[in-house]
């Protein structure tokens, strides 16, 4: 079953706009992670957010976490077109067992 | 080289033939994992390892097997290959911690004909 529910499943904006993709999931976490995979390539890690964080930043990517709803968004600011890919969070949760649950994904279309 | 190696990159296998899939890493991590991918259901886990005498079935292990050989190396059978397991299967490791997150491979593109 999978953890993580992301909306949207696709979205598709100009470059130079914001992206902002939002995860939801069901179970209590010990940290979410967002990842990036270009189209058939392996993920690529880009941010892990810990359950006591609340925010988070690393370049043009802003991450947020609201344990209290369960959810988390991914923010991309002023996108380029080399942003376009599939973006999916994971949760890992339940002690430490190392293992990540994914989400479906969203995928981003960035237009030049 | 690739911190995380997958062999082969592409594979086109017969019903009922039995594949093997590889995987190496140079991270030095002692944990492995074997996800598959299939269109929007995002990624599943098969199989996990947290070192070489410690192996755990993921969510979707039926028809699979592991192997670990090695801290670096974590292999994936499929005993006699169905149809429905054509997909992309990825190879992925983390540290103990997870601090950064894991490291995964490029893939294999599996179809089962």
């Known amino acids: 079953s999978q953890q993580g529910e992301e909306d949207p499943q696709a979205l598709s904006i100009q470059e130079g706009e914001n992206a902002t993709m939002n995860c939801s999931y069901k179970?209590?976490?010990?940290?979410l992670q967002w990842y990036r995979q270009n189209s058939g390539r392996g993920l690529v890690h880009l941010i892990l957010?810990?359950?006591?964080?609340r925010e988070k930043h690393s370049g043009r990517l802003r991450v947020t976490l609201d344990t209290s709803k369960k959810s988390s968004s991914l923010l991309i600011t002023a996108s380029r077109a080399a942003d376009t890919a599939s973006y999916f969070c994971?949760?890992?949760?339940?002690?430490?067992?190392?293992?990540?649950?994914f989400g479906q994904g969203t995928t981003l279309q960035v237009k030049p | 080289d690739a911190d995380v190696t997958q062999t082969p990159r592409n594979r086109i296998t017969k019903t009922g033939k039995r594949i093997m899939l590889e995987c190496s890493q140079t991270?030095?991590?002692?944990?492995m994992y074997w996800y598959r991918q299939d269109p929007g259901l995002g990624l599943r886990l098969i199989y996990y390892?947290?070192?070489?005498?410690?192996?755990n079935k993921g969510e979707i292990s039926d028809g699979y097997s592991v192997s670990r050989q090695a801290q670096a190396k974590f292999s994936l059978s499929l005993e006699s290959a169905i149809p429905n397991q054509t997909a992309l299967y990825f190879c992925?490791?983390?540290?103990?911690?997870?601090?950064?997150?894991?490291?995964f491979g490029s893939g294999t593109r599996l179809t089962v004909v």
């Open positions: 179970t209590s976490i010990n940290n």
């Open positions: 390892s947290f070192d070489v005498k410690d192996i």
């Open positions: 994971a949760t890992a949760s339940g002690g430490n067992t190392g293992k990540l649950i």
């Open positions: 991270k030095g991590h002692d944990r």
């Open positions: 957010i810990r359950s006591n964080e």
């Open positions: 992925a490791t983390s540290d103990m911690g997870q601090s950064y997150g894991y490291t």
